[in-house]
């Protein structure tokens, strides 16, 4: 069976950091593309970071310098890195995966977009107090 298993999420007063993780099984993780998302109340689903099968990164403007995306292929897991954390991070966190490289030009293209990705995680909550 194929798994994506979001863990790592919390509660954090605002400045504090969270790392997220995305454990995956079931299929060849090295051939897929990791992006995470989030979804606040109310919000449209908004994807974060991706880390490409190249591990090449991509972030959404408003976690530039804050957050890092990483990948252990030997572990089957990706991970983010969120410091700095605001009150405005505040979402269920996705991790979406789908089997190809994800360029630069795909990225913003399509690469943020949920309906590109073939697996999806269950989500964690992530909470950051003000």
């Known amino acids: 069976d194929v798994q994506l298993q979001a863990s790592g999420g919390g509660l954090v007063q605002a400045g504090g950091s969270l790392r997220l993780s995305c454990a995956a099984a079931g299929f060849t993780f090295d051939d897929y593309s990791i992006t995470w998302f989030r979804q606040a109340p109310g919000k449209a689903r908004e994807a974060v970071s991706c880390?490409?099968?190249?591990?090449?990164?991509y972030y959404t403007d408003s976690v530039k310098g804050r957050f890092t995306i990483s990948r252990d292929n030997a572990k089957n897991t990706a991970y983010l890195q969120m410091n700095s954390l605001k009150p405005e991070d505040t979402a269920v966190y996705y991790c979406?995966?789908?089997?190809?490289?994800?360029?630069?030009?795909?990225?913003?293209?399509?690469?943020?977009?949920?309906?590109?990705?073939?697996?999806w995680g269950q989500g964690t909550q992530v909470t950051v107090s003000s």
């Open positions: 979406a995966a789908v089997r190809r490289e994800i360029s630069s030009n795909s990225w913003y293209h399509k690469g943020f977009l949920p309906d590109y990705y073939e697996y």
């Open positions: 880390v490409s099968t190249d591990k090449t990164t």
